[in-house]
């Protein structure tokens, strides 16, 4: 079962940058589709974005226009580029890998990594 480790998090101001990437440990990552969800403190889970086998990506809507994603099948790595981002974007978010078609739905997804702090001051 494919592993995964996130890196990338840390402190930014507001309308700063981070880019996020989760590390696969298997060759068969790209039979896996990968996605990025976030949970702030009190808050729910929350889908981010998820890109398919076929390349198709899904976003949240509050993250269209700012974060992208993006993977590197020779290095198995999944990349999450977030910009303009806002207090609201901080949270611990995680990768996951599950097989078949993007699901908004944490539960679907069978692997996940142990997540990575995101702060956004004001």
């Known amino acids: 079962q494919v592993q995964l480790v996130e890196s990338g998090g840390g402190l930014v101001q507001t309308g700063g940058s981070l880019r996020l990437s989760c590390a696969a440990s298997t060759r068969t990552f790209s039979n896996y589709v990968m996605a990025w969800f976030r949970q702030a403190p009190g808050k729910e889970q929350e889908f981010v974005s998820g890109i398919n086998l076929s390349g198709s990506i899904h976003y949240a809507d509050s993250m269209k226009g700012r974060f992208t994603i993006s993977e590197n099948n020779e290095k198995n790595i999944v990349?999450?580029?977030?910009?303009?981002?806002?207090?609201?974007?901080?949270?611990?978010?995680?990768?996951?890998?599950?097989?078949?078609?993007?699901?908004?739905?944490?539960?679907d997804y069978s692997t996940w990594g142990q997540g990575t702090q995101v702060t956004v001051s004001s």
Do not use: H, I
Request: with cysteine; glycine share 10%.
């Open 79 to 107: 990349y999450l580029q977030m910009n303009s981002l806002k207090p609201e974007d901080t949270a611990v978010y995680y990768c996951a890998a599950k097989g078949g078609l993007v699901s908004f739905r944490g539960s």
